[in-house]
């Protein structure tokens, strides 16, 4: 009965491979968003879709490329893999049209580059 | 742009000892404040909020916190913390608008010893 969640939780890989992070929330939110955790635990935007169309694009290499196919889905596609990649990456949702909602987070995959 | 700045990198508390950690955010406009707690392991959850009204809120577990708009702070308080708060601490900003993602301070971790 998970609100948001991420799959896959652990992910290790090697360096220019291409990898996938799916997320799906069953909250009915409209807006979606990916974060990233670095090994400071610093958490800093990457993006943010409203009913699968793309609203925040911070500075953030183009190997990251979201995909949402749904509002209930939001995926991660990240290619050409570096070792600063590395980190653990949280999706969210948030509720519609109420832009000061809390954030609800998924358990995070934790990306492991090699 | 906006930018949280919470001043306690690593706070170490013994238990039932009083709790602040402090947070400032650089923003002039109306502004949603946010603390999260993620405990080891776990995803980040929501602690407190304040949109407006009472500048002095109160969430889960006995954490509060006072919105004190001309010092841009926003500080989480505890009278009496226990070994289970240990965990980090996020601040966390966005401004009252449409469209602005929610921008986190870069933590406190804190650790209660029993």
């Known amino acids: 009965d998970t609100a948001v969640s991420q799959t896959p939780k652990y992910l290790v890989t090697q360096m220019g491979n291409d990898k996938s992070i799916k997320c799906e929330q069953n909250l009915g939110h409209d807006t979606m968003y990916w974060y990233k955790q670095d090994s400071k635990k610093f958490l800093k935007i990457m993006f943010s879709y409203n009913n699968k169309e793309l609203i925040i694009n911070e500075t953030v290499p183009n190997r990251f490329s979201p995909k949402s196919p749904d509002k209930a889905h939001l995926n991660l596609h990240i290619n050409s893999l570096e070792l600063g990649d590395s980190a653990v990456y949280f999706c969210a949702s948030s509720p519609p049209g109420t832009y000061n909602s809390p954030l609800h987070f998924g358990n995070g995959t934790r990306l492991t580059v090699t | 742009a906006q930018s949280v700045s919470q001043h306690n990198h690593h706070v170490i508390l013994s238990e039932a000892a009083s709790l602040e950690l402090g947070c400032n955010y650089s923003?002039?406009?109306?502004?949603?404040l946010f603390w999260y707690v993620q405990y080891p392991g776990q995803h980040l959850q929501l602690l407190l909020k304040y949109f407006s009204g009472d500048p002095l809120v109160k969430g889960i577990k006995g954490f509060e916190a006072e919105f004190i708009k001309s010092k841009f702070s926003f500080n989480l308080r505890k009278p009496s913390v226990q070994w289970s708060d240990t965990a980090e601490y996020f601040c966390?900003?966005?401004?009252?608008?449409?469209?602005?993602?929610?921008?986190f301070g870069k933590g406190t971790t804190l650790s209660v010893s029993s």
């Open positions: 923003y002039g406009g109306t502004v949603n």
């Open positions: 966390a900003v966005n401004a009252g608008q449409a469209g602005t993602a929610l921008i």
